[in-house]
Every structure is written in C-alpha cells, then in structure tokens.
C-alpha cells in the first residue's frame, strides 16, 4: 500500500513563504499525474496545482503567480513552493494523485497564514 506524507507547513505572516514537501513510500510517482489540494476550516477540498508526468502544471486562479508545484520522480518527492501568502490560504494542505484517489489520502500539513 502506497502511502503519501506531506510536511512543510506551519504558521507564517502574511506575505511569507513556505515549501512543502510530499514523499511516497512506493513509485507512485512514475505512474500519475500529482496533485495538491487543500481544505479550508468549514470548505471543501479544492485541487491547488497540478504537475503531469513531463512536468506540465496547472493551477487554480486564486495561487496562479504566487505557488509553484514540483516533482522528482527519481526521489519519490513532490513540492509546492508557496509565496506571498495570504489569509484565505489557511488550510491543511494535501497531495494525492490527479485525479484523486481516496486509497492515497494522507494526514496533510497544516499552513496557517495570520499575523
């Protein structure tokens, strides 16, 4: 069983920075397409970003220009370098393939974004 275990949030100002970090215990990097998704307090889990095998990425309007998703299949690693963050960013942060598969969830990392 393939398991996913992010890590890299914490509490930041507005306007900082953070990089998280997701690593799997199997290949699945090899196979699929990666995702980061995040769930605010009270909302949905919403897809942030997402990388394709060969490195093509698409990103939702509201972190286009502020966050950027990475990946090193020979690591097993994916990453999601976060910039000019803000409030409504606060949420638990996720990745799980694209689409999403409900065997890969993982416990995710917390970013919280206030001053």
């Known amino acids: 069983q393939v398991q996913l275990v992010e890590s890299g949030g914490g509490l930041v100002q507005p306007g900082g920075s953070l990089r998280l970090s997701c690593a799997a215990s199997?290949?699945?990097?090899?196979?699929?397409?990666m995702g980061w998704y995040r769930q605010a307090p009270g909302k949905q889990r919403e897809l942030v970003a997402r990388i394709t095998l060969g490195g093509s990425t698409n990103y939702a309007d509201s972190v286009k220009g502020r966050f950027t998703i990475s990946r090193d299949n020979a690591k097993n690693k994916l990453y999601l370098q976060m910039n000019s963050l803000k409030p409504e960013d606060t949420a638990v942060y996720y990745c799980n393939i694209y689409p999403v598969s409900a065997n890969y969830w993982g416990q995710g990392t917390q970013v919280t974004v206030s001053s």
């Open positions: 199997g290949s699945i990097f090899s196979f699929y397409t």
